[in-house]
Nanobody, 127 residues
Framework: QVQLVESGGGLVQAGASLRLSCEES????????MGWFRQAPGKERELVAA????????YYIESVKGRFTVSRDNAKNTVYLQMNSLNPEDTAAYYC????????????????????WGQGTQVTVSS
């Protein structure tokens, strides 16, 4: 049974930084592509950032490019989302997700591609 547990959310002011962490329980973390999604009230869930299981390829939604960085530490079974220069539009519940069975350089782009989901962590950015 794969479980994903996010942490690191909180309430911050615009311009601040946060680092989200997502720890996976299980022996196959290094074989999963990992994604960070977010969902704001009244909006659809969107993929914010993702990384192939090899770590060699990443994806960022346009609005976070240059501000957010996704990384992984396979020794710790953990994926991170470093978020800098936060603004109120980044306010949302953030979810990490794991996708298995893809080639090493593939970055899954759809929520339907992901097999396992965390419970979410709230990020609130005040102006």
């Amino acid at each position: 049974q794969v479980q994903l547990v996010e942490s690191g959310g909180g309430l911050v002011q615009a311009g601040a930084s946060l680092r989200l962490s997502c720890e996976e329980s299980g022996p196959l973390f290094s074989s999963y592509a990992m994604g960070w999604f977010r969902q704001a009230p009244g909006k659809e869930r969107e993929l914010v950032a993702a990384m192939s299981w090899s770590g060699g390829r990443t994806y960022y939604i346009e609005s976070v490019k240059g501000r957010f960085t996704v990384s992984r530490d396979n020794a710790k079974n953990t994926v991170y989302l470093q978020m800098n220069s936060l603004n109120p539009e980044d306010t949302a519940a953030y979810y990490c997700a794991a996708a298995g069975g893809y080639p090493s350089g593939y970055v899954p782009m759809s929520s339907h591609d992901y097999d396992y989901w965390g419970q979410g962590t709230q990020v609130t950015v005040s102006s």
